[in-house]
């Protein structure tokens, strides 16, 4: 059973970002529980791959904070937040396709170490088997010794799951997990993450469009508009409001 905690795990106050005169991310607030499942969602440029560039230290925040529990995230750099507890999965391209898929994943091992620079002089014997443990997780355990380049888009995505747990992630970060795939191997690759995910009491934080994987995955959502929270609740909540229905349909103007 996947427990959903009192504890906050994740306090988002009033972060801001702007591009030139354009605001992207414009005093957003939220809060995520520990073991939480949530949505964030809006339409396109509603700002939620500039808030989770934010959350993850790939963009600067101009003001606010970003607590991971008692820990301030804004202003570190991408590795710290790392190691602090954050990954985000199919974002780069972060597979070496001429490496076995067990290569891949012990090359993110070893920098989740710090030990980047090892990997290349000893033949491959660390943590091989703390890779293939991994990889059995995603299920692509007899798939570990293929080079990354022959598996499919989605065993890809599997292998790329499978990097971000390498750093052993409180809270795992997905924007758009299921973007360009077809509804088979979404409803896989969905079922896989919710699996990950329980199986390690994670925190699960992630964008999407199709709201049928919405409604499927979150316990709460938090809607964005023209880079602010429109509004956050349960799906029943979110699915029943006006407001929301209106920014996808592309007629509410909520800037004030
Ligand atoms: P979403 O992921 O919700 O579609 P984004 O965060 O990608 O939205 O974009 C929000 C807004 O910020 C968009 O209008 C986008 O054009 C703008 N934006 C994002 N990144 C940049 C950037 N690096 N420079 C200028 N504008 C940007
Ligand atoms: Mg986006």
Redesign the pocket.
């Known amino acids: 059973m996947r427990m959903i905690r009192t504890e906050l795990i994740l306090e988002v106050r009033d972060v801001s970002r702007s591009?030139?005169g354009?605001t992207?991310v414009d005093g957003v607030s939220f809060t995520v529980a520990a073991g939480e499942q949530r949505a964030i969602i809006?339409p396109?440029?509603?700002?939620?791959?500039?808030?989770f560039n934010l959350l993850t230290g790939l963009l600067r925040a101009d003001a606010g904070s970003v607590l991971l529990g008692e820990r301030e995230l804004i202003g570190l750099p991408p590795h710290r937040i790392a190691s602090a507890g954050v990954s985000r999965a199919f974002q780069t391209t972060s597979i070496f396709p001429r490496l076995s898929v067990r290569q891949n994943v012990q090359v993110a091992l070893l920098a989740a170490a710090g030990l980047t620079r090892r990997v290349w002089g000893d033949g491959w014997s660390q943590k091989r088997d703390e890779a293939e443990r991994i990889l059995e997780e995603v299920g692509l355990g007899t798939n570990a010794d293929q080079p990354a380049s022959m598996l499919s888009h989605g065993d890809q995505r599997a292998i790329e799951l499978a990097l971000a747990l390498a750093h052993r992630p409180q809270l795992l970060i997905l924007d758009e997990p299921t973007a360009g795939m077809a509804p088979a191997e979404t409803a896989a690759t969905m079922a896989l993450i919710r699996r990950v995910v329980a199986e390690r009491s994670m925190t699960l934080l992630f964008?999407e469009h199709d709201m049928e994987v919405v409604f499927g995955t979150a316990d709460r959502i938090t809607v964005?508009h023209q880079?602010r929270v429109l509004t956050e609740g349960t799906p029943a909540d979110v699915r029943g409001d006006a407001r929301v229905q209106e920014v996808y349909l592309g007629t509410a103007d909520v800037a004030s």
């Open positions: 591009f030139g354009f992207a809006g396109n440029g509603a700002g939620k791959t500039t808030l964008s964005m880079g």
